[in-house]
């Protein structure tokens, strides 16, 4: 199944409509080592962690080399514990993880990549800038040594309003363009889960996020 899921996607995700390829991260939280790499001998060759301990635990039996990616919320104390090791931090949703990201980075003599997240929904349940406070963030952020800004990730509210969420997802595709205005390094809008990918790939994403529609239905058993 998760060889056939992801052969299925690669044929979907290719480009979007403004000619950019379409970078698919398999969401791996709570996946076996065993699935995970199952997924990365089918063509996957990003793979996204949400939680500092799996990634730590597993890390060792990847295969495959793929870029490894930081996607969930982020406690400053476990920073430690990905740099010189994670291709993208896309959640730093506050100046104080980014901070510690520059900070550590630094320390260990390496750069770290990074993508600023919006709180696109204004919701209280989801960290991130709030959107108009993302140009001002994004020129903190950039100042910082060691860390480099390379786009903005934002995830869409649950909503059946398909209006309402191609509305929120065109606002990203603009801040995202102002910022690619600004500055050659911008080359991401990680925008899209397995519910709403393809209307965010059509809204301009150029990153997606995906777990259940590669891997099937979580089991959080563990």
């Known amino acids: 199944m998760i060889e056939e899921n992801v052969k299925k996607l690669l044929e979907e995700i290719k480009e979007n409509p403004f000619g950019e390829k379409v970078t698919l991260v398999a969401a791996v939280k ?3 080592v065993e699935d995970i790499n199952r997924a990365i001998s089918a063509g996957i060759t990003d793979i996204g962690d949400n939680h ?8 060792d039996g990847i295969t495959g080399n793929p870029n490894r990616h930081f996607i969930g919320h982020l406690q400053t104390n476990k920073v430690k514990y990905l740099i010189g090791r994670t291709y993208l931090y896309q959640s730093v949703d ?5 901070e510690e990201i520059s900070k550590r980075s630094e320390r ?12 696109i929904g204004n ?9 108009d406070e993302g140009l001002e ?9 060691a860390l480099k800004v390379k786009g903005l990730m934002a995830m869409l ?3 059946d309003d398909e209006a309402l969420l191609r509305d929120l997802a065109k606002k ?7 910022l690619r205005g600004k500055d050659g390094d911008i080359r991401y809008l990680s925008m899209g889960m397995s519910g709403d990918w393809k209307l965010c790939m059509e809204c301009g994403s150029n990153m997606v996020r995906l777990g259940t529609s590669i891997f099937g239905p979580r089991h959080y058993n563990t």
């Open 52 to 59: 500092v301990q799996e990634f730590r635990d597993k890390y």
């Open 108 to 119: 260990a003599n390496v750069t770290s990549d990074c993508l600023i997240q919006i709180n």
């Open 123 to 131: 919701e209280e349940t989801k960290g991130g800038f709030e959107y």
């Open 137 to 145: 963030a994004y020129e903190k952020i950039r100042a910082m040594p």
């Open 157 to 159: 509210p649950i909503s």
């Open 172 to 178: 990203m595709r603009a801040l995202y363009e102002k």
């Open 30 to 32: 709570t996946q076996t």
């Open 94 to 98: 506050r100046y104080e993880l980014a």
